[in-house]
């Protein structure tokens, strides 16, 4: 199949590793020349980890969208989901056509609502976007032409806005671990990241700025009282995915799928014990300031959508409100600005039964 890997980070890096050795014909985009610039001297990315060590060597390595996407049949988009609408919007103009498929690892929380809106407020009809729950790997790019994945996630939710069965099963065969769900919301929803990071990130920002994150994050700032406030936040998830007719796993039950949390774990109600002992996680620093995408990112394009959704399903969401007033006073930002609000994924102003409607249509 002819893939169009977009976005230079780890996750792209580790995308194009995987898909090459699975003979795929990939080609490399990335907007930043001095973030290709090392593969360009190397002649491909390097790899080590999980998926053994090598030089992928796709087939084009470019800056210029309308080269690296031409007469490929997905485009597969690995940014960091507050990158979503500028892609969709650089799709579109690139000549993106409606019918082929469009891939987000990962979508994160309302990530196919907010990419197809954005292609279509660039005059053109949005084509169909599989959406991953979370990034299909673990992984960190060490050296400029190189990355490591510590972990490729044995299964993530996939769901499909604007098309049928058949894109869901183009995205299975790119990545065996995608699992279907019956609509966005439900993957939506099965976002690991927002629960997981935004705890931590709030109640961390003190130990954050003191030290330069230099402890790790899912060990020693895992404490009883974070695992706490991260339990309770996950049983507001679990309430507005029943409010949209979904019952999902709990997060330790997640992560066990993914990868994240060991497969033998027995006390899925232990946050904490499962978390920090979860082999593949264990050596993540903390971030490193209150500019790291787990305080740009999940707040603003994790909590953000989850608190619109859980308004339309009129379910409270206290924890969530609180966790987020505290980031946007503690980081000095609003999120709302530029954030993924209920108008960036086009369902301003939709009842519980009209979204529903929505994201099912095929």
């Known amino acids: 199949m002819k893939v169009a890997v977009l976005g230079g980070g780890a996750g792209g890096a580790a995308a194009v590793a995987e898909l090459t050795q699975a003979g795929h014909a990939v080609s490399y985009w990335a907007r930043s020349e001095s973030t290709l610039a090392p593969f360009l ?5 390097a790899y080590n980890g999980v998926l053994g060590s090598g030089v992928a060597r796709p087939q084009t390595i470019s800056s210029d969208l309308g080269a690296v996407v031409k007469d490929c049949e997905v485009a597969l988009v690995t940014l960091p989901t507050f990158s979503h609408a500028s892609m969709a919007k650089a799709l579109a103009e690139a000549g993106w056509p409606s019918d082929r498929l469009v891939v987000l690892n990962p979508g994160h929380t309302g990530g196919a609502l907010e990419f197809a809106h954005a292609f279509e407020t660039a005059g053109r009809t949005a084509p169909p976007v599989v959406e991953f729950s979370t990034l299909t790997y673990v992984a960190r790019k060490l050296k400029p032409d190189e990355v490591t994945v510590t972990g490729r996630a044995g299964q993530v939710r996939a769901a499909v806005l604007g098309g049928d069965d058949s894109h869901l099963t183009t995205a299975t065969l790119l990545f065996p671990g995608a699992s279907p769900v019956s609509d966005v919301l439900a993957s939506d929803l099965c976002n690991v990241n927002m629960v997981l990071h935004t705890p931590g990130a709030v109640l961390g920002v003190a130990w954050v700025e003191a030290t330069a994150g230099d402890f790790t994050f899912y060990v020693d700032a895992m404490t009883d009282g974070v695992a706490r406030v991260m339990e309770r936040l996950d ?16 997060l330790i039950e997640e992560m066990k799928l993914i990868g994240t949390v060991e497969a033998d774990v027995a006390d899925t109600s232990d946050y904490r014990s499962a978390i920090a002992g979860g082999v593949a996680n264990a050596k993540i620093k903390a971030p490193d300031s209150l500019q790291h995408r787990y305080y740009r990112e999940d707040f603003g394009h994790g909590l953000l959508p989850f608190r619109e959704l859980a308004q339309i399903a009129g379910v409270a969401v206290p924890v969530a409100d609180a966790l987020y007033a505290l980031a946007e006073a503690a980081v000095g930002i609003d999120y709302h600005t530029g954030g993924r609000t209920a108008d960036a994924m086009g369902i301003a102003g939709l009842s519980k039964d009209a979204l529903i409607r929505k994201v099912s249509a095929r």
Do not use: C, D, T
Not at 235 to 250: S, W
């Open 41 to 45: 001297e190397l002649g491909g990315i």
């Open 235 to 250: 049983h507001e998830r679990l309430n507005v995915a029943a409010a949209f007719g979904h019952k999902l796993p709990n």
